[in-house]
């Protein structure tokens, strides 16, 4: 249900409160009146629960790795896409799944230099209060599978990032991506 609280308030200055409609894409008016011994002013003001999307276009502090995609919905899991620039760097699809409280999963597999097939799980967190918003990801275990000795940690312990570093993606907000359900 929709609602301003207090209905009234007797001085200023005052805080209210606005209960948005549980429907997504919905636009609402909210109305302020101010009445003095000086006048009547308005304010008119536009409320809506679009769903705001996100670019994210990433690159590694160290120039290796590019984080690229699209999210449209910051509260289910979604894919970016990581393109390495080095010959052997991973390539292939990141998944994301937040897991509530901030929090998110990661997991990868993909191509390690082209060749050899690697995957990854990890966790980190999504801030969407910081400016600009982020996703961290935390280093995670690394793995390559390779053709004659099998599975082999890539970097110490699995963790492939240098100095067991975390990694911000940036999420870039866009109103104008076409997130529309399919």
């Not at 249900?1 to 805080?15: C, E, F, G, R």
């Not at 120039?63 to 699209?70: A, H, P, T, W």
């Not at 082209?114 to 980190?124: F, I, K, L």
């Amino acid at each position: 249900m929709v609602s301003l609280t207090p209905p009234t308030i007797d001085a200023a200055p005052d805080q209210f409160t606005y209960t948005a409609p549980p429907e997504r894409d919905v636009t609402s008016t909210v109305t302020f009146t101010s009445t003095s011994r000086r006048g009547i002013g308005t304010l008119t003001q536009q409320v809506s629960t679009q769903e705001v999307g996100y670019r994210v276009d990433t690159r590694r502090p160290d120039g290796r790795y590019l984080f690229s995609g699209v999210v449209c919905d910051i509260i289910k899991p979604f894919v970016l896409q990581i393109n390495g620039s080095a010959v052997n760097s991973f390539v292939g699809p990141l998944t994301v799944t937040p897991t509530g409280a901030g929090s998110l999963f990661y997991s990868f597999e993909g191509t390690f230099g082209g060749v050899v097939s690697g995957n990854a799980t990890g966790m980190g967190t999504i801030d969407l209060d910081s400016d600009p918003a982020t996703l961290t990801l935390g280093p995670g275990t690394w793995f390559a599978v390779l053709p004659v000795v099998g599975i082999q940690t890539i970097g110490p312990g699995g963790q492939h990032w240098a100095n067991n570093i975390n990694l911000d993606v940036v999420l870039i907000p866009d109103e104008n991506l076409d997130c529309a359900p399919s």
